[in-house]
RNA sequence: UGCCCGGUAGCUCAGUGGCAGAGCAGGUGACUGUUAAUCACUUGGUCGCUGGUUCGAUCCCAGCCCGGGCAGCCA
């Protein structure tokens, strides 16, 4: 018999004399009569009321049905005699198909989001688990749906890469060398000749550069991926493997890339707020209440736009006292980019020209200014609670004002041959961007913490599973 | 990596320099429709680890391990 989803059985329009249902339980009440037992299968947030007589056949395997069991149920979906629900299932046939006994660690109580974390394989069947990871599915979509319906192409750059994407943070290395007894040169120093991609390698921090290769072919491109960063960090927004995606776009320049990314946020929140209502009501409830309201505001407004030189001006006349006092050239702060969109412009903000000496050597030379400062056309987009979401700028496409930043980062032309070559043949502006998949995830559930938006969280000192 | 907070039953937590506590979960029973059901009874402990102080340490001290927050770095 064919299996139905408790989603669908919900959403009946008419009463079902033969329902058939599997899935796992969340709570059992018993009367001397008869047993309720609340099956839910992740489908939806909600589940299922089974209503088990205790004259049917079947009843003593309802003792073994305790929190956490695997269930078949068939019965008839009926209007539920019960106020909380309007069907319930009154079964006919009830099988318990895996047992779950007193160990099972998820009770009907609130867990703390640390405890289940350390239980990651069984905490998709919590509620908050649940809705988060069908609202990450359906961000997934809605992300290849943005950039299709728009004519842009999905490449998949490199995993594997020997460019060191330069400015993007520490490398994991790969090697298939012996470390226990790697093989050394002449110079006594590891021979990466010797291992096997005859170079040095390690895992993408940035499928950027590549993707500016298919931009220059294909016009409109993305990626969406896997994307590696060693660095020691430690909070709440930082993992070491995340999800990554990357439009870039010939023939754009940084207010073309600035209008992008902020028509994608606003798709992405507005197609999550249209499918996944459930889920995103269930957050407004028990993670964030602020949620509905934020959502909303962030779709209604056009977002800010604040050049770094406007910002740093703001930051210095706010009257607040800094950790840290920012002056023209000095990077800004967690405390400033906070300020700017949690109190100043309560919104989220593109800040947009930054110094060059701050950001990468691929990011396009504006002309300097009045007082001769030099800035690169880059922008993040900042948002309240999370932070900078989207980081991006026009890339350098001038050949000698390349050459001449590669030369100030201390790069490697040779290296770079492939980038380079990009300028030299058929050279045309473009633009992209990167914006974190899981800390938008953040945004549009209200989840604090990275590590509980990613099914298997890999942070400093932590992969387990 | 730095600074700060924490670790007591399966979970959430209280507590004390002198026999280890509650609620929930588990078990037994009751209950004619429950919704985190309720009620009665009940099982359950290396008080993170190691060392020190003490007649005696879960409690005080030190080191370590683990978890969390913030900062830096970034998406």
């Known amino acids: 018999m064919q299996r139905t989803l408790v989603k669908d059985a919900l959403h009946a329009t008419a009463p079902t004399d033969t329902i058939f249902l599997q899935g796992w339980v969340r709570t059992r009440r018993d009367a001397k009569a008869f047993s309720f037992v609340e099956l839910n299968d992740g489908s939806c947030l ?62 009907k109580k609130g867990h703390s989001l640390e405890f289940l974390r350390e239980i990651a394989h069984l905490r998709p069947r919590s509620n908050l688990f649940g809705a988060v990871f069908r609202v990450r599915s359906r961000l997934a979509y809605a992300v290849h749906q943005f950039f299709q319906e728009r004519g842009f192409h999905y490449v998949h750059p490199p995993i594997i890469t020997a460019s060191d994407a330069e400015g993007a943070g520490e490398m994991f290395r790969v ?10 040169g002449a110079d006594k120093h590891v021979d990466a000749t010797k291992d096997f991609f005859g170079k040095k390698t390690f895992l ?24 590696f960063r060693a660095e020691n960090s430690n909070t709440s927004r930082h993992a070491a493997e995340f999800w990554m995606i990357e439009p870039e776009v010939a023939f754009c320049d940084l207010t073309g890339d600035m209008d992008l990314a902020e028509e994608f946020v606003k798709h992405l929140l507005r197609d999550v707020k249209t499918h996944c209502a459930e889920d995103l009501e269930f957050f407004g409830k028990f993670v964030d209440k602020d949620l509905a309201a934020r959502l909303d505001f962030v779709l209604e407004k056009p977002f800010v736009r604040c050049s770094y030189t406007e910002a740093v001006e703001i930051i210095a006349q706010s009257g607040k006292t800094w950790e840290h006092p920012v002056s023209w050239g000095d990077n800004l702060q967690a405390e400033h980019e906070r300020y700017l969109t949690e109190e100043h412009f309560k919104c989220p903000v593109t800040v947009y020209n930054y110094p060059r000496a ?57 290296a770079y041959w492939w980038y380079l070559d990009l300028r030299r043949y058929g050279s045309v502006p473009h633009a992209g961007f ?17 590590r509980d938006v990613i099914p298997f969280a890999r942070t400093p000192g932590a992969a387990e599973f």
């Open 358 to 414: 701050l950001k990468a050597f691929y990011m396009r030379v504006n002309a300097p200014d009045a007082q001769g400062r030099e800035t690169v056309a880059a922008m993040d987009l900042l948002v309240p609670g999370i932070g900078e979401i989207i980081g991006g700028s026009q890339r350098e496409e001038r050949l000698d004002v390349l050459r001449e930043s590669m030369a100030r980062h201390h790069l490697d032309e040779k």
């Open 175 to 184: 090697t298939t060398l012996d470390l226990e007894n790697p093989p050394r």
């Open 434 to 450: 990167g914006l974190g998949f899981e800390r938008m995830l953040m945004f549009a559930t209200g989840v604090a913490n990275i």
């Open 46 to 107: 909600k589940g299922l009321q089974i209503v088990v007589d205790a004259s049917l056949a079947d009843y003593p395997a309802v003792a073994h049905a305790h929190t956490g069991a695997a269930i078949e149920v068939t019965g008839k979906l009926v209007a539920s005699k019960g106020a909380g629900q309007q069907w319930e299932v009154v079964a006919t046939s009830f099988k318990v198909i895996g047992e779950a006994d007193g160990t099972y660690p998820l009770q």
């Open 204 to 227: 993408t921090v940035s499928g950027q550069l590549e993707a500016e290769i298919f931009a220059c072919a294909l016009s409109n491109v993305y990626t969406f991926g896997p994307t």
